[in-house]
């Protein structure tokens, strides 16, 4: 007399799809009580064939179950929020598995769609933080000018720090142009 068995981890209830031969003991056959006594579903992608517990905790039947572990999902009501899943199961409510394109997409109607009018007001706000920085440098050239002026009374050398300044300031205007405005 032989008959199979298949274990179930305890914790997980993942099922161990290597069928055991139990061991036969004095004519009786030594089974784990936690153990499932018929053949589990066929292993299936995206799945873990799982044990459907009793109300004794015996293994009575097996289900698939999503496995989404390591994988990480997003947050449907803020974008720039992720985790990776660590547990069994579907994918919680409120998150998804469609990674954003921007960090300025909103979920809509079951897709990221990026708004665009955020990602301008962000663009141009990185414009005007870079273009101040650089302007200082520009200021610091005109400033140089009038003192030159003031003081040394040296209109030539101040023409010449005037247009440095000029220059860079369309040399900083042409490297960090402004974003086009989206189009509605």
């Not at 274990?7 to 499932?36: D, F, H, M, S, Y």
């Not at 390591?70 to 720039?80: P, R, V």
């Not at 860079?168 to 989206?182: F, G, Q, S, T, V």
Request: charged share 30%; aromatic share 8%.
């Amino acid at each position: 007399m032989s008959k199979q068995y298949w274990l179930v981890n305890k914790e997980t209830l993942i099922i161990n799809q290597t069928a055991i031969n139990a061991r036969v003991v004095a004519g009786q056959c030594q089974i784990p009580r936690t153990a499932l006594l018929t053949k589990p579903l066929e292993p299936k992608d995206g799945f873990q064939v799982c044990a459907v517990l009793d109300e004794n905790g015996c293994a009575i039947d097996s289900v698939y179950v999503e496995d989404h572990r390591d994988k990480t999902i997003y947050n449907t009501q803020d974008c720039k929020q992720s985790k990776t899943v660590e547990k069994l199961g579907a994918v919680e409510d409120g998150w998804t598995l469609e990674k954003p394109i921007t960090q300025f997409d909103e979920w809509i109607d079951g897709a990221w769609v990026t708004n665009k009018q955020s990602q301008y007001e962000a663009q141009v706000k990185q414009v005007d933080a870079i273009r101040r920085s650089l302007y200082l440098n520009a200021d610091a050239l005109r400033n140089e000018a009038a003192m030159i002026r003031a003081i040394e009374e040296d209109e030539a050398k101040a023409a010449d720090y005037d247009e440095q300044a000029k220059a860079l300031y369309l040399k900083i205007r042409e490297e960090n142009p402004w974003p086009e405005p989206p189009i509605e």
